[in-house]
């Protein structure tokens, strides 16, 4: 298989697939919270899930812990696994918006936290409802246009 | 104060959008190809199948390359005359913008004079690859 998708560094960072999935459907659940309740503090507790998620892998988050020590256990134990990348992109696009959306409350720019906590609540709803694969839309439109 | 009218809006556009991402990924579409686009063995890196090929464009942040990849690889296993040819889609901006691939996994499908005759977006069926593959001469 071809260097992109496969080689023994890739494989030493596969994680249990289900994790991310049932990570976002939290996810979901505390930026509908954050919208209705119009309260940026839930959103900047959610921004940090985010971070670390970005930055160690979402395996590492509250989420994630929670996943392994009470859910995991009771599935079945053949779990079908996956690259942590493509679930890591997605937690650092979600970072983005929580903390635009963050600057919009901090600054009084209320339109600004609701637009934002919207896509990030999409995106999130998106990956638990379809397993969408943020990844796979956007990153290489983003490097066509950031890049020559 | 609360307000459950963004809600609702992001959840139904949310929604819709995703019913027809879901349907249609894997779907190989001939209207989509970039007509008058000729690949060749020196922009892909690698010869064109006798009949057909497919070449799949993949990204390391898209976990349904991996299964694309596995289900072409071993299908033409058992095909003499069509290769799966494989491209990373970062190192390769040029064949990208040219052929205007905007998501991962992208597979198009490609005579032997490699003129492109259909692409699908996400991992498509056995089946549908089958038949396309059928209608390559």
Not at chain 1, 116 to 125: E, R, W
């Amino acid at each position: 298989m071809s260097e992109v998708l496969d080689t023994p560094e890739v494989r030493k960072i596969y994680i249990d697939a289900r994790g991310p999935r049932f990570g976002a459907a939290i996810t979901t659940t505390v930026l509908a919270i954050a919208l209705v309740t119009q309260n940026e503090l839930v959103l900047v507790a959610q921004g940090i899930v985010f971070l670390i998620g970005a930055i160690r892998g979402p395996q590492f988050t509250p989420y994630g812990l929670i996943y392994k020590n009470f859910i995991k256990p009771r599935l079945s134990k053949e779990a079908p696994t996956e690259d942590v990348r493509p679930p890591k992109f997605a937690q650092a696009v979600g970072f983005v918006f929580a903390l635009v959306g963050s600057i919009g409350a901090f600054t009084g720019v209320d339109v600004l936290f609701t637009v934002a906590t919207g896509f990030a609540l999409a995106a999130a709803f998106l990956n638990s409802a379809f397993n969408y694969c943020l990844g796979c839309e956007m990153y290489l439109l983003i490097v066509r246009f950031t890049s020559k | 104060m609360k307000t459950y009218l963004p809600l609702a809006i992001v959840l139904v556009l949310a929604s819709a959008y995703g019913f027809w991402w879901k349907l249609s990924r894997g779907a190989i579409r001939s209207n989509k190809a970039i007509p008058g686009h000729r690949l060749t063995a020196e922009t892909l890196g690698e010869g064109l199948g006798s009949r057909a090929t497919m070449v799949q464009f993949s990204s390391a942040f898209c976990a349904p390359c991996r299964a694309t990849h596995s289900l072409l690889s071993q299908m033409v296993l058992a095909m003499n005359d069509v290769k799966h040819i494989h491209i990373d889609a970062e190192s390769h901006l040029e064949l990208v913008r040219q052929l205007d691939i905007r998501s991962t996994p992208t597979t198009l499908f490609v005579n032997k004079d490699g003129i492109e005759v259909g692409r699908a977006a996400g991992t498509p069926k056995r089946e549908q690859v089958l038949a396309a593959l059928e209608n390559i001469r």
